[in-house]
């Protein structure tokens, strides 16, 4: 009977350690958030109240340099009374549009061609150099390429921003192909799993950490192409707006612009995030995952 309690007495122990263990690494999440949080919202007050105390005192002119409350008053601005180029939205609208099927595009293009020459290395022999040598074309030349033969409505830009995306995707789906495990490859061809199906439960679910990666980047260099082709030729679209408000020496409203983009591209960042955690779900957690999921 002794020897019995003896060997269930210390179940309740543990079981009643693990409790404040646990809270405690609650707590310490919940302090590194808020610490993280005070830090970020310290560094913005830094440096906005610095950049209005500076252009109020005269130390630095807000004619070249702008100023927050300008800024702030610009935009209220941009939204009520849109622009010479029609409201506002639809310039943003026009920009996001463009964004997104570009981002749609290269990322598809990308996502194949990587995979197709990861797997292929005679392919990647044949067409590595030639990806190389676009790859070294200044982008804005490819923009004005884009620009002189399709004109300055939306396709430029989506090609533009296409080609952005592509060779971001590009580089990281062809790697992370080559970095799929050979010995997983040979045992799926063992049990006679045919090419296809090789690709499909092999081959992309374990580069997809690698294209979800390059994700994450991909979506501002969209912005990007989008935007430099706005400003070679364009009737509509952020970038136009940026490029006249420089035109007009109006530095409020190049920021003010700026601000939207940047506003933007976080909640791509988000939703590409999202998307990680969604696709990945069957990815062990990294050790950092797994403290902020406490």
Do not use: C
Request: aromatic share 10%; glycine share 10%.
């Amino acid at each position: 009977m002794s020897s019995t309690m003896s060997a269930v007495s210390p179940a309740p122990v543990k079981g009643s350690a693990q409790v404040p263990a646990a809270a405690a690494a609650k707590r310490a999440v919940r302090r590194r958030i808020a610490l993280v949080w005070a830090g970020r919202i310290g560094l913005a007050v830094f440096v906005i109240g610095g950049w209005q105390a500076f252009t109020t005192w005269g130390i630095v002119d807000p004619f070249f340099f702008g100023q927050p409350s300008g800024i702030v008053k610009r935009l209220v601005d941009l939204f009520q009374h849109g622009t010479e180029f029609g409201s506002f939205y639809s310039n943003i609208w026009t920009t996001i549009q463009e964004a997104l099927v570009g981002f749609a595009l290269g990322s598809v293009t990308g996502v194949v061609f990587g995979v197709a020459l990861g797997q292929s290395r005679f392919l990647a022999d044949v067409l590595g150099p030639y990806i190389k040598m676009v790859n070294a074309i200044p982008r804005i030349v490819l923009g004005s390429i884009f620009i002189v033969a399709f004109g300055i409505g939306v396709l430029p830009k989506i090609l533009l921003a296409a080609v952005l995306v592509f060779f971001i995707v590009f580089f990281n789906a062809f790697q992370g192909v080559r970095e799929v495990d050979r010995n997983i490859l040979a045992n799926a061809k063992v049990l006679g799993a045919s090419q296809m199906q090789i690709i499909r439960h092999v081959i992309v679910p374990s580069a997809l950490t690698w294209i979800i990666a390059s994700l994450h980047s991909a979506f501002g260099f969209a912005i990007v192409g989008a935007l430099v082709g706005e400003v070679l030729g364009a009737q509509s679209g952020l970038g136009l707006v940026i490029k006249t408000a420089q035109n007009n020496f109006d530095p409020n409203g190049v920021f003010a612009t700026m601000l939207v983009i940047s506003v933007i591209v976080l909640g791509a960042e988000w939703l590409i995030g999202k998307l990680e955690h969604r696709l990945l779900s069957w990815r062990p957690p990294t050790p950092s995952e797994a403290s902020n999921a406490l």
